[in-house]
RNA sequence: GUGGAUGUAGCUCAGUUGGUUAGAGCGCCUGGUUGUGGCCCAGGAGGCCGUCGGUUCAAAUCCGAUCUUCCACCCCA
């Protein structure tokens, strides 16, 4: 039990709940390259510095939550904690530097090493997309429609698009220094965490959960109007297109994300019902730094927690895939009929109609027992009688009703009724 | 990393103020006359009561430690 349980924060995702899984990922895979976006599978392994200095070293991320070892050469590699950094070192081979642009989505596991709670795990599993290469709000704003078209795909209604915009690099000190000189002010009332941000980082702030800093925050500054207006008209134009796309957003100057590489539009996409941790998706556009690279990358990404798309599901009672027909369940009565059965099935097989053989010498009872549980749209029963006739007993499980039928007549009825032939 | 809950059969859970061979439902297996499922009936298998240590004549039940799971915080998807 305990002693076969994962490691914390990790799971065993059984066949049961496989369709569950290849809908969010198979509706990525169609929705996306709607938008011109192509699938790409980076390592789930890095050099340490991708993450480092794509991410930022101040972050909460690189300083506490990275899995990094050593492998056989000494050199520092670690479990990737997000998709963008990978993402972007592989398209540094391209010629995205020259004003080219590149679409991406990206399926599969992160790893961060966190407490686990509802909504958290230490291996999770994330659907991203980054366009990068240009800057545009048209990208901004196409982006955020294309999560949006994803989501709703996947019948997850009641979610809640929120953006807020960062500003650039230039942007942030002016922004910065009126937010300080507000929080300084403060200071006394705000909780222990808010302390040390207002010198660590004051972004932070804006979004405490604490009561008492919330009131705080309610009166701050209004610090985008430091921006320059050129930051501003950005920000307008994507949320004018969001408004002609029929988007729904909310501006939320609350909205600060945790990742150093954003600039300008950030978003969040929130859904109630899932626990404390609401955000099932979240991106923005970004300015990568990656090691001995002088020029930031530029792009525009989200990504979806899997794992919480489907707790969203789940509690919005969203249908699971239906399943296709049950197999074709070979019931053989002695020994001769059984091997008589692993050569049908494996002829079956080869026509791509999906068979089980019960392989021991049960009762026929026993065997159709089975054939309920596996199921099966289909008994087929063989035994001596059969075998002498050459007519075998094919039972439709749903109707209850058999005949008999030869091995020819059974081929080609199966045929025609999983494969439409 | 901090805080709060939790841990008994494959699953969901009972186990009274510590007292003999630890229970139920579901699931599983075998039967209910010769080779027929789902319903029903009967029987059966399956637990060192998370782990280690302590208290006691006696511990699933009390105490401690540890681990797991769950939830919250920090942070994020």
């Known amino acids: 039990m305990a002693k076969f349980s994962p490691p914390p924060g990790t799971a065993d995702i059984f066949p049961e709940e ?3 899984w290849h809908r969010l990922e198979d509706t990525a895979r169609r929705i996306f390259p709607l938008y011109g976006y192509g699938e790409l599978r980076t390592p789930i392994f890095e050099f340490t510095d991708v993450f480092k200095r ?5 972050t909460e991320v690189v300083q506490k939550e990275m899995y990094t070892f050593e492998d056989r050469g000494g050199r520092s590699l670690t479990l990737r904690p997000e998709g963008t950094a990978g993402v972007m070192r592989a398209l540094l081979n391209t010629d995205i ?32 997309v980054e366009n990068a290469g240009r800057v545009a709000p048209e990208l901004d704003a196409e982006n955020m429609a294309m999560m949006m078209q994803y989501l709703d795909e996947l019948k997850i209604s009641g ?3 929120l953006i807020n915009t960062r500003g650039v ?80 957003f909310e501006i939320d100057k609350q909205l600060v994300r945790g990742l150093d590489y954003y600039a300008h539009t950030v978003f969040e996409v929130v859904h109630p019902g899932i626990g404390a941790q609401s955000a099932i998706a979240g991106g923005g556009r970004y300015e990568l730094y990656l090691p001995e690279n002088k020029k930031p990358i530029v792009g525009v990404g989200f990504a979806a927690g899997l794992e919480r798309l489907l707790m969203v599901q789940e509690t919005l009672n969203v249908a699971p895939p239906v399943s296709g027909k049950g197999p074709v369940f070979l019931v053989s009565m002695g020994t001769q009929a059984r091997a008589f059965n692993m050569k049908l099935a494996q002829d079956l097989r080869s026509e791509s109609v999906p068979v089980v053989v019960e392989v021991e010498d049960k009762s026929m009872k026993a065997q159709m027992r089975a054939a309920n549980r596996a199921n099966a749209a289909f008994a087929v029963i063989c035994g001596d009688d059969e ?35």
Not at 98 to 117: H, Q
Not at 204 to 227: F, G, T
């Open 18 to 20: 496989m369709p569950l």
């Open 54 to 58: 794509g991410i930022g070293d101040e």
């Open 97 to 128: 530097m020259n004003g080219n642009e590149k679409r991406v989505f990206y399926i599969g596991p992160m790893f961060r090493g966190e407490r686990p709670a509802a909504g958290r795990r230490r291996q999770f599993h994330q659907i991203g």
């Open 159 to 161: 979610a809640k698009l």
């Open 169 to 248: 690099q230039a942007d942030r000190k002016p922004a910065e220094e009126s937010l300080n000189s507000y929080f300084q002010q403060h200071v006394g009332d705000m909780c222990d965490d808010c302390k040390t941000r207002v010198s660590r980082n004051v972004w932070r702030i804006l979004d405490c959960k604490q009561e008492r800093c919330r009131e705080i925050v309610k009166n701050a500054p209004d610090y985008v109007s430091c921006y320059t207006a050129e930051s501003r008209a950005y920000f307008d134009r994507v949320c004018e297109l969001l408004t002609s796309f029929k988007v729904d």
């Open 387 to 421: 075998l002498a006739s050459g007519k075998l007993v094919c039972k439709d499980m749903q109707e209850g009703s058999q005949e008999e039928i030869s091995q020819t007549e059974l081929k080609s009825f199966l045929l025609k009724t999983y494969k439409g032939v």
